[in-house]
């Protein structure tokens, strides 16, 4: 009787303290895990897609995109400007945590480097033995620095290193892993159009990469100014389109005390007399991209395998003669690139992964770019550093339809560190919005229910003083201060 209880007691406590299977979505046994694909628009605005009801063009490779997975309708980009856009993007910290917080430039060529020992998105699935590839405009450091893309977790990195020499799409150079790869075509004119260039290196990357599984991420310049495309039979079909608004011209372009060479480095945008027809050309060029990709999945038999996320980094600009006023390119929402009014910061959000998410599929879950990381790696049930502070939160169940365990934030925080200063938060439904730090006796917080004034048209700050008092709170505690991009928000924490 007594080896019997002594069995049962050994059995027990070997039972308890087995290893014990976590939820992961890649399981033993699977044939390799699943290959993921990230693919960022420049400057596209959430109503830039027929998909989220653009009516002036199609886009109906990126609609099928849509119809094949999941399309969001209440994700939002990690600033309302590029660099920092997308350090929250790869980092899962939103703009008052992650490194990079704002647009800065170092010359002749980059901007300020992310650190070396940042915790990123390339860095984690590298661990997990996956082949890294960035293809098109980088803009978190500048070249042979420590936030180079190379030294950041990119295996392979091909096209603009500066988001400001990324102004032109005919340039002297672009770099192949930190290393210039001259176009001197490009010299005596416009010559060698670069989006096809970064196009086919990623295309190419596919390839040699379907046997492994790869994370590509392929964030293409177009259709950022300059408003530049071929002229070819697709751009004379929109300029046939449609009625020209003010052809753009630069005057730097016409002083004859400049070379190229100083207009390049410059980051000045080239004259042109169709912008409208030119930006939808351009869209017209990102669609048919989005279309070759998932035709090569297909075709190497790893469609199926392939998770395939398409999102924008900003809202939509008027840089360059770009009319986003003509084509609404904000959707049903107020504000363009560098505000933060949901026209902004709002942007489409679509994932596609055969299998896994139910075609044809819509969530309105508040969801932003610092979420990617931690889905990733719930996806993949990896272990994030318990050292590393994460904004995000996983939206892995409403990628599997199971809205009612999917967690949600407390609130959405952006902080902006041009024009003076601008902070915004999302709680909920309501909205707070804060313009002109720089000047604390006229910077006053905006309130407004999205839910019923997507527009934000209506503020509701007087009639909801407990809103206010709650953004107060958030935008005391939601960022951690920064040498490098100190903020004006941070002299108005006490009001």
């Not at 996956?130 to 500048?142: A, E, S």
């Not at 000045?268 to 050309?281: C, G, M």
Request: hydrophobic letters at 35%; a neutral charge; charged letters at 25%.
């Amino acid at each position: 009787m007594k080896k019997l209880v002594l069995s049962i007691i050994v059995g027990f406590f070997l039972f308890s303290c087995a290893p014990k299977t976590k939820k992961a979505v890649v399981k033993e046994g699977t044939l390799k895990k699943p290959n993921i694909i990230f693919i960022l628009a420049d400057d596209a605005g959430w109503g830039d897609f027929s998909c989220y009801g653009q009516e002036k063009f199609t886009t109906p490779n990126i609609d099928a995109l849509a119809s094949s997975g999941i399309k969001f309708t209440d994700h939002y980009a990690g600033s309302s400007v590029c660099a920092p856009s997308r350090s929250a993007l790869l980092t899962g910290q939103h703009t008052g945590h992650t490194p990079i917080r704002g647009n800065k430039e170092v010359m002749p060529e980059g901007q300020i480097p992310i650190p070396a020992d940042v915790y990123s998105l390339p860095k984690m699935l590298k661990q997990e033995g996956y082949t890294t590839g960035m293809f098109g405009k980088w803009g978190l450091g500048y070249p042979e620095s420590e936030g180079a893309p190379n030294v950041q977790g990119f295996d392979e990195f091909y096209g603009y290193n500066c988001q400001r020499l990324a102004h032109t799409y005919y340039p002297l150079y672009l770099r192949h892993n930190g290393v210039k790869v001259p176009l001197p075509e490009n010299e005596k004119g416009q010559n060698t159009y670069t989006h096809h260039l970064i196009h086919q290196e990623a295309m190419a990357f596919i390839e040699d990469n379907k046997d492994n599984p790869f994370f590509l991420y392929l964030p293409y310049t177009i259709p950022h100014a300059e408003m530049t495309v071929e002229e070819d039979s697709i751009f004379q079909k929109y300029k046939e389109i449609y009625p020209q608004g003010k052809p753009f011209v630069h005057k730097k372009n016409h002083d004859p005390s400049l070379s190229h060479e100083d207009r390049f480095y410059g980051g000045v945008y080239a004259d042109q007399a169709y912008p409208r027809a030119a930006f939808a050309t351009m869209m017209h060029h990102l669609d048919n991209s989005v279309g070759d990709v998932m035709s090569k999945l297909k075709e190497l038999g790893i469609d199926e395998n392939t998770i395939v996320i398409f999102s924008s980094d900003n809202g939509p600009h008027k840089e360059g003669g770009a009319d986003p006023y003509y084509f609404n390119s904000f959707g049903p929402f107020k504000g363009v690139k560098r505000d933060l009014y949901e026209g902004g910061i709002r942007v489409p959000y679509i994932v596609s992964w055969p299998g896994k998410i139910k075609p044809n599929s819509t969530s309105s879950h508040p969801s932003a770019f610092w979420d990617l990381l931690p889905t990733v790696a719930d996806i993949l049930d990896i272990e994030v550093p318990k050292s590393v502070e994460i904004d995000g939160i996983s939206f892995l169940p409403t990628l599997e339809g199971q809205s009612k365990k999917q967690k949600k934030h407390d609130y959405l925080y952006w902080e902006f560190h041009e024009a003076g200063g601008r902070r915004a938060v999302r709680i909920g439904d309501w909205k707070a919005v804060q313009y002109r730090l720089n000047k604390p006796n006229k910077s006053k917080i905006e309130v407004y229910n999205l839910k019923e004034d997507p527009k934000e048209s209506n503020n509701l700050a007087d009639q909801k003083p407990e809103i206010v008092q709650k953004a107060k709170e958030i935008f005391a505690t939601a960022r951690t201060s920064s040498a490098v991009f100190p903020f004006q928000g941070e002299k108005l924490k006490g009001i």
